[in-house]
């Protein structure tokens, strides 16, 4: 009697850690889904909400699409996919999704990825080798960028035709430091040196207050 209850109890366990395991496939397969209530909100500005909350990476040219205009962003639980084609849908850009590095643009609709060069890597302090969020990480000179997330990962797709530009990254309170943009896909870790910045002596006197 004593050993089916065990076998019992052993099937019991099996079927609650095969459960558990679906349910970490499951969440680990679902596609992201955003949620927002913003009215008379510039585009702009409702992307750098996606990034700051959903640590989505956009890359465009401000001048290519009217991403000043105001829109109105409520939406619930919808794809990143169905809530910018939505956003431009008078627009028709070309929209490309890369992980969490989202492209747009209206130029190089009849680009294709492989018009484009990855460059990704961490970025640490050299003074402690932690990673460096939220650096800011450009083509030196135009306007298309991104910045790397809160573990110092960053992955920047950039057309070939900028292969003669430099890359800047640059923090606030470190050294900024640019790189020639390689000829093709490349992972590109750096440290950051922290700035220091000399004041001039102050000095300071007791001054008797007249009686």
Request: glycine fraction near 2%; proline fraction near 5%.
């Given at each position: 009697?004593?050993i089916?209850?065990?076998?019992?109890?052993?099937?019991?366990?099996?079927?609650?850690?095969?459960?558990?395991?679906?349910?970490?496939?499951?969440?680990?397969?679902?596609?992201?889904?955003?949620?927002?209530?913003?009215?008379?909100?510039?585009?702009?500005?409702?992307?750098?909400?996606?990034?700051?909350?959903?640590?989505?990476?956009f890359?465009?040219?401000?001048?290519?699409?009217?991403?000043?205009?105001?829109?109105?962003?409520?939406?619930?639980?919808?794809?990143?996919?169905?809530?910018?084609?939505?956003?431009?849908?008078?627009?028709?850009?070309?929209?490309?999704?890369?992980?969490?590095?989202?492209?747009?643009s209206s130029a190089?609709?009849?680009?294709?990825?492989?018009?484009?060069?990855?460059?990704?890597g961490?970025i640490?302090?050299?003074?402690?080798n932690?990673?460096?969020?939220?650096?800011?990480?450009?083509?030196?000179?135009?306007?298309?960028?991104?910045?790397?997330?809160?573990?110092?990962?960053?992955?920047?797709?950039?057309?070939?035709?900028?292969?003669?530009?430099?890359?800047?990254?640059?923090?606030?309170?470190?050294?900024?430091?640019?790189?020639?943009?390689?000829?093709?896909?490349?992972?590109?870790?750096?440290?950051?040196?922290?700035?220091?910045?000399?004041?001039e002596?102050?000095?300071?006197?007791?001054?008797?207050?007249?009686?």
């Amino acid at each position: 009697m004593k050993i089916y209850r065990f076998v019992f109890i052993l099937i019991i366990i099996f079927q609650v850690v095969e459960l558990m395991a679906q349910d970490d496939l499951k969440n680990q397969t679902a596609p992201l889904t955003i949620s927002s209530d913003y009215k008379n909100i510039p585009i702009n500005h409702y992307l750098d909400s996606l990034h700051q909350q959903y640590d989505l990476h956009f890359a465009y040219d401000p001048s290519s699409l009217p991403f000043d205009s105001v829109i109105d962003a409520r939406y619930k639980a919808q794809t990143l996919s169905f809530i910018l084609n939505d956003i431009f849908k008078n627009y028709q850009p070309k929209i490309e999704i890369s992980e969490r590095q989202i492209i747009i643009s209206s130029a190089y609709r009849n680009l294709a990825v492989n018009d484009y060069i990855t460059i990704r890597g961490v970025i640490v302090s050299s003074e402690n080798n932690k990673p460096l969020p939220m650096v800011n990480i450009a083509l030196k000179g135009k306007a298309i960028g991104t910045t790397s997330n809160h573990e110092g990962e960053y992955k920047f797709l950039i057309p070939r035709k900028y292969t003669r530009e430099y890359i800047y990254f640059s923090s606030v309170g470190y050294q900024s430091q640019n790189f020639p943009l390689p000829l093709g896909d490349t992972i590109l870790n750096l440290s950051l040196n922290p700035l220091t910045i000399n004041l001039e002596e102050i000095k300071v006197s007791y001054l008797k207050a007249a009686d």
